[in-house]
Each structure stands twice: as C-alpha cells, then as structure tokens.
C-alpha cells in the first residue's frame, strides 16, 4: 500500500510537470516575436539616370550597289567579306548588246558628219554661182530672175549645213547615251569597304525596266558602327545628343560596349498606336567584334553624379508602423489598400523626405534632402546622414534573412 501511495505521488508530480512545460511551450508560442530590421550602409559612389532602348547596330555608311541595265551577269569578283576599293568592279553584265547599239550610233555620228562634209560643199558652190551672177547683173547679163534663185540655192544650202550640225550633235548625243550604259554593264564599288551581302550569281539575269535591282550591299567602314535605338514619347525629352550612352549585344553578354548620341530623329515611328523616335548613337568597332544587324539594348546616360552620398531608394520608403506593434515598409507610389494613416504618413514622406535608423533598438527618422536618383540608390544632398550610417530598409516579424539582399546590407533583430 505504501508503495502505490508513492507511485501516485511521483505520477502526480509528472503530470504536473507536463501540463507546466505545454504552458510554458504555448506561452513561448504565443508571445511576440522581436522585429528584424534590414539595415544598409550610407556610402558615396556615382549616380547615374539613364533611358533604357532596344535596337539593332548597323554600319554608319551602307550602300546599296544596283544594276543600271539588264543583262545576264557575266562575271563576279566580289564575294562576302570582301574589301572593295572605290572603283572596283565587283561583276559585269554581258555588254555585247550596248556594244551593238554603241556600234549603231557610231555610225549614225559618221553617217551625219559626210553628210555635212558634203552640204557644206553644196554651200561653197552655191556660194560662188550667187557672186558671179550678182556681177553679171551690174552688167545687164543677167536677169534679175536667175539672180534670185541663185540666192535662194544659196540660203537653203546654208540652212542644210546647219541641219546637219544639228543632226551630229544629236546622234553624238545618242552615242554618248549608249556607251555610258556600255560603261554600265561593268558594277563597281562607289566607296571603299567590305561586301555585306551578294543577291546574284553567274548566269543570272537582272531586270532594271522598273527598279534597279541591289546587287551588293557595302559597308563603307565596319569600324564605326551605330545604333538605331527606339525611345518612346515619354523618355524623348531626355535624350540629347552629345549624352554618353552603353549598350549590350547578346553575342557578348558580359562585354559592355559604349558610345555616343549623335542624333535625335525627328520623324516618329508608329507601331500599334505606340510612338517611338530614332534615337542613334555611334559606337567604335575597332575589334570588328560588333556585326550588322544585332539586337542591341542600350542605356542613354541622361544626367550623372560623381561620388555623392548616397542610401538605397528603399531606405526613403520605409515607414515603421506608427502603433509600433508590427512595423512595415510603405510602397513608394501606387494606390494605397491600408487605412487613411498609410496615406497621410506617404504624403507626409513625399513633403518631406526621410530615412530611418536605429536608435537604443528603435527606429528614428532622420529628415534628409534628396537629389538625383537612379533605379537602386538617392543622392542625399542635406540632413543629418553620413557615409557609414546604416539606415533600415524594411523590417518584419519573421525570422531574419540568412543573408543580405544587398550589398552592406544586414539584417538586425531587435526585441520591442
């Protein structure tokens, strides 16, 4: 008996021993979390505001190298990639036709100076038959009569002399119409470069009855190139040229390559009701390493700032919350789901910028005047900030990032 009384007891005591452990488990449960605070480093660095566009790099100079008569293409000397030199001939077109007509006209210039060689002969005679038989005249040998035709033979003499110069220079003009379409049948290059693309082979026939054909397209200097980019309506404002600008291809996505605004072009571009301007930049090409025709996404450097301080943009939308039960990050713009107060306390922050930082554990504003901003950090041109300040960037109640998001960013809990 005395040994169950003991056994009750030590039951007892364990069971009491149980229910004060699930108390003091679900009390632990229960009670408030201390809050995490992700903090940053207040630093000096550059700033930079740019536009971003997408576009294609093409050469700064293309020529677009035709066929100014039809034919069959005889010959081809010009390929890919070849390096042409300003008049050299890259193909001919069969010239045995335009050397037919040029033949023609040769002829037809010959034909008409004899013939002048011959009125002018006329002219002489008639000349001289209206001198002898004006003297006759004055001697009463003559009748008037015969005089006047001799002058009348005599004028129309003239005349077919001039007719006849007039007949040369226009089968001369003939003749010079079909030796420069002879000279056409050779395609030269009209400036130095390399060959982009060939659109025909041997043996092809080209057509220029009603547009000229493009036979070669060339590249005048594959060492300059530029960058047609589309900015839309809303950021053209902000594109000037002369401004600094990057850009990336998707060939070499770790190479940055750069350059420069050289135009602004006024012309605007519709697609789908969406209004974009030409936008173009020149870029060296030294390398060779940037090709016609690639996808290009550039960013237009629209104002810049030099090792300025400067706090993540985070860090000016954070607002703890004002009961100080459970602290959250107010979104920097946007239409507000919370109460009234989220409103007035953002319209508070855009009158007057602030950043938070820890103060004994708690959060204090600190009044900041604000400058240029780009998509990560805010130029902090006035307030009580300085490099090496940490500011809070958000805060919540779960347990604590494992690691930064960002650079000199820390997470830090503190019990409240």
């Not at 066929?67 to 010239?95: E, H, M, W």
């Not at 390493?289 to 996404?297: I, R």
């Not at 306390?345 to 240029?372: C, N, S």
Request: glycine share 6%; hydrophobic share 40%; with cysteine.
């Amino acid at each position: 008996m005395k040994r169950m009384a003991t056994w009750k007891i030590l039951a007892g005591l364990a069971a009491v021993v149980a229910l004060a452990g699930l108390a003091l488990a679900g009390w632990n449960a229960f009670k408030p979390k201390p809050a995490a605070y992700v903090t940053a480093v207040v630093d000096r660095g550059p700033i930079q505001r740019s536009i971003t566009a997408s576009g294609s790099v093409n050469p700064e100079v293309t020529v677009q190298v035709g066929a100014f008569v039809s034919g069959t293409i005889n010959t081809l000397s010009c390929d890919y990639n070849t390096p042409v030199r300003k008049g050299q001939i890259c193909a001919t077109i069969d010239p045995r036709p335009y050397q037919l007509i040029a033949a023609q006209a040769r002829a037809g210039v010959q034909s008409a100076r004899a013939q002048l060689v011959k009125d002018q002969a006329d002219l002489k005679y008639a000349t001289l038959t209206y001198s002898r038989d004006a003297g006759l005249l004055t001697l009463d040998s003559i009748s008037h009569e015969a005089v006047d035709n001799a002058l009348s033979v005599r004028d129309q003499a003239a005349s077919q002399v001039s007719l006849d110069q007039a007949t040369i220079a226009q089968r001369q003009a003939a003749l010079d119409a079909a030796q420069v379409n002879l000279g056409y049948t050779d395609i030269v290059s009209p400036v130095d470069g390399v060959v982009v693309a060939r659109n025909v082979t041997v043996g092809q026939t080209v057509a220029s009855s009603f547009q000229t054909p493009t036979l070669f397209l060339i590249a005048k200097d594959l060492t300059r190139m530029q960058v047609d980019t589309n900015v839309s309506e809303s950021d053209i404002a902000d594109a000037v040229a002369g401004s600094r600008a990057t850009f990336t291809v998707e060939a070499y996505p770790g190479r940055v390559f750069r350059g420069r605004v050289t135009q602004v072009r006024q012309a605007p571009i519709s697609v789908q009701n969406v209004i974009t301007y030409d936008v173009v930049l020149a870029a060296e090409n030294p390398d060779l390493k940037l090709k016609p025709g690639m996808t290009a996404t550039a960013q237009i450097i629209t104002a810049e700032r030099k090792d300025v301080l400067r706090v993540p943009a985070q860090a000016l939308h954070f607002t703890p919350d004002s009961a100080g039960a459970a602290p959250a990050a107010t979104p920097a713009a946007g239409p507000s789901t919370g109460p009234s107060t989220g409103k007035a306390r953002r319209t508070r922050a855009a009158a007057q910028p602030q950043v938070w930082i820890l103060v004994d554990g708690q959060p204090k504003a600190v009044p900041v005047t604000t400058g240029l901003e780009d998509d990560a950090n805010t130029e902090i041109t006035g307030g009580g900030l300085k490099a090496g300040d940490r500011v809070i960037i958000s805060a919540n109640r779960a347990k604590a990032p494992a690691r930064a998001p960002t650079s000199g960013i820390t997470p830090t809990r503190v019990g409240r």
